[in-house]
C-alpha cells in the first residue's frame, strides 16, 4: 500500500521557518522524482519545489525560488521542504507527490501526480 505522510506544519511568525517531511513507503522511492505543492482554500494547486530521484537536482517555482530548499534521503524514504522567510501568503496545506511518468523539473508544471499525501497545514501570521 502506498502511503505519503506528511510533518512539520504548524503555526508560524512571518520571516520565520519551518521544515516539512514526507515520508513514503509502498513504493520504490528512490526512483521516483518528488514534488511538494500547496493548497489554500479557494486557489488553486500550486507546485513548488521538484526533486530529482538521487537528490541531485532540484528545481522551484518562481515564488518560492531562493527561501525554500527541497532534499531527500533515500535510505530514509523521505523528502523533505526546507522553508524560511515565510510570509503569510504562504499559508496553505501542503502535500508531497511522487510521480516517475515525466522529468522532474516537469513536474512543476503539473498538478496531478502518480501518489500524494494527505497533507500538513501551515499557517503563517504576519
Known amino acids: 500500500q502506498v502511503r505519503l505522510v506528511e510533518s512539520g506544519g504548524g503555526l508560524v511568525q512571518a520571516g520565520g521557518s519551518l521544515r516539512l517531511s514526507c515520508a513514503a513507503s509502498?513504493?520504490?522511492?528512490?526512483?521516483?522524482?518528488m514534488v511538494w505543492f500547496r493548497q489554500a482554500p479557494g486557489k488553486a494547486r500550486e507546485s513548488l519545489a521538484a526533486?530529482?530521484?538521487?537528490?541531485?537536482?532540484?528545481a522551484y517555482s518562481d515564488s518560492v525560488k531562493g527561501r525554500f530548499f527541497v532534499s531527500r534521503d533515500n535510505a530514509e524514504s523521505t523528502v523533505y521542504l526546507q522553508m524560511n522567510s515565510l510570509k503569510p501568503e504562504d499559508t496553505a496545506n501542503y502535500y508531497c507527490?511522487?510521480?516517475?511518468?515525466?522529468?522532474?523539473?516537469?513536474?512543476?508544471?503539473?498538478?496531478?501526480?502518480?501518489?500524494w499525501g494527505q497533507g500538513t497545514q501551515v499557517t503563517v501570521s504576519a
Open positions: 507527490a511522487a510521480d516517475r511518468s515525466t522529468s522532474y523539473y516537469r513536474l512543476l508544471e503539473r498538478s496531478n501526480y502518480e501518489y
Open positions: 509502498g513504493f520504490a522511492f528512490s526512483s521516483y522524482p
Open positions: 526533486i530529482n530521484w538521487s537528490g541531485g537536482s532540484a
